[in-house]
């Protein structure tokens, strides 16, 4: 028992490593905020998208999203597979009630980084101490269907017994995990084709049962999922990602906004 144990906090050491050496493609936001004072035409991307996916268009002069960072917490299972910790939102929230979701949440002033923002949040929603969390990497944000930028932050927690799940009960209603590689798997999977400003992109719905209990995980959490494991196992889904090409609108309001 204890030779497996050090086995496993060895591949957890040897993933860290790996996760804080990588590079991803560039982000095109951090471009934005300096070039847009300059010109209108710049890379961007919405809607459950890296914003390195997308083609040259035309940035809104006064449009900027509003930033917010999720963490993609890990952590070694029974059978030693990495899984990932997730929420399922409270139903009396006024938006994505009930939806599975990332912990995290919008950016304060008084965040130093991603990281602190990711792991802030996450302790406000459901008790996951900070100090118990390895942050290892960021990867490519991704901009939500209300347009709110949001970084994914890989953390790694070596000690899952230390962690207690408290949830908020104004902000979640139930703490659970499923393995990371099954984002990786074209199982209990299902797609549709989307279309929003001119542009074609695909939904992915995950299926997940654990103690009786059925989840369905999907939108950008899926996105965001997709691509961590994708990192993570260093390899592709097994099926197309079809992530969105979208063009900043010129006026953002309500019908500017995915249904």
Not at 33 to 39: H, M, S, W
Not at 57 to 77: I, N, S
Request: a neutral charge; one cysteine or more.
């Amino acid at each position: 028992m204890e030779s497996s144990s050090k086995s496993n906090i060895q591949r957890l050491i040897v993933i860290a490593q790996h996760l804080r050496d990588y590079k991803g493609p560039p982000s095109t936001y951090d471009q934005m905020e300096q070039k847009i004072r300059e010109t209108s035409g710049k890379v961007t991307s919405l809607v459950g998208s890296q914003e390195s996916a997308s083609p040259t268009v035309r940035y809104a002069k006064t449009f900027r999203p509003k930033k917010a960072a999720v963490l993609v917490c890990l952590f070694e299972g029974d059978n030693g597979e990495l899984r990932v910790i997730l929420t399922k939102r409270a139903s009396r929230l006024s938006t994505h009630s009930g939806e599975v979701s990332l912990p995290g949440g919008k950016a304060e002033e008084g965040d130093e980084d991603d990281g602190e923002t990711a792991t802030r949040e996450a302790k406000e929603e459901i008790g996951l101490d900070p100090s118990l969390v390895d942050v290892v990497t960021v990867i490519e944000p991704f901009l939500s269907k209300y347009l709110l930028r949001v970084v994914p932050v890989i953390g790694i927690l070596h000690n899952r017994k230390a962690f207690k799940p408290t949830p908020n009960p104004g902000e979640v209603e139930e703490v659970f995990d499923a393995p990371l590689e099954m984002f990786l798997k074209d199982e209990n999977r299902r797609v549709e084709e989307k279309e929003w400003m001119g542009e074609k992109y695909l939904l992915h719905y995950f299926n997940y049962e654990q103690k009786n209990k059925k989840y369905l995980i999907w939108g950008i959490t899926a996105a965001i999922l997709v691509r961590a494991a994708s990192v993570v196992y260093q390899k592709p889904p097994a099926f197309e990602e079809g992530n969105p090409k979208f063009k900043f609108p010129k006026d953002v309001n309500r019908d500017t906004f995915m249904s």
